[in-house]
């Protein structure tokens, strides 16, 4: 079975160092890998995906996430942390083949502080 | 283009009351999922529907069950609620032919409330 952990529930940064929140996952096979961010009292927003290719992946607000095959992990990072990225963030994995639904860790909350 | 719209956003029931939430997708979004996010269990998956039929469903009583309409909106039924099923639950729609590794657009989300 598919299943991802964020191992951290709570990442505190000073704004302008560098941010990572971390993924890993547990899947038998090849997998599709996101990240989302949600702001208080709002729907989840699509930050980017691993679908196969460059384990560096690029994606909004100046966040990128490295694919690592041999950890199994697909940590998220940003080099300046801005206040305004404080949010919680999840990271989700899915079955490359098959009929699997996206599976989500239980989110990580990142505070930014000015 | 409009976004994933869910209606309502607040809901009040009581338990042994039913409840049904209604998604519309993206347009042209034929994929619609449903999840329920708690505090202490994040996001956990609920249903999948592509083109009308159930592609998946997640890990929860026979109390929840959900379905696709031919233009792609979506319901979900709670019957019999009880109080862990105050929750936000939240819809999510996918471009293209349903393929696994498109994201998913969410709405904003409908807030149960049991009491």
């Known amino acids: ?114 | 283009k409009a976004g994933v719209t869910q209606t309502p956003r607040y809901l009040i029931k009581t338990r042994g009351q039913q409840v049904t939430l209604s998604c519309s997708p993206i347009s042209g979004h034929r994929s619609v999922s449903w999840y329920q996010q708690t505090p202490g269990q994040g996001l956990q998956f609920l249903f999948e529907y592509f083109s009308e039929t159930q592609r998946n469903k997640g890990n929860f009583p026979g109390r929840f069950s959900g379905r696709q309409f031919s233009n792609s909106r979506s319901e979900m039924n709670v019957s019999t609620l009880e109080l862990g099923d105050s929750a936000l639950y939240l819809c999510a729609s996918s471009p293209g032919q349903g393929s696994l590794y498109n994201e998913q657009f969410f709405g904003p989300g409908t807030r149960l409330t049991v009491l």
């Open chain 1, 1 to 114: 079975a598919q299943s991802v952990a964020q191992p951290e529930d709570q990442v505190n940064v000073a704004e302008g160092n560098p941010l990572t929140v971390k993924c890993t996952y547990s899947v038998s096979g090849n997998p599709y890998l996101f990240w989302y961010v949600q702001y208080p009292n709002r729907g989840l927003q699509f930050l980017l995906k691993y679908i196969t290719g460059d384990n560096l992946v690029k994606g909004s607000y100046g966040f990128e996430a490295e694919f690592n095959k041999s950890q199994t992990s697909f940590h998220l990072k940003k080099p300046s942390a801005l206040v305004s990225d404080s949010a919680l963030y999840f990271c989700a994995v899915r079955f490359q083949s098959g009929n699997t639904p996206l599976v989500f860790g239980k989110g990580t909350r990142l505070s930014v502080i000015a």
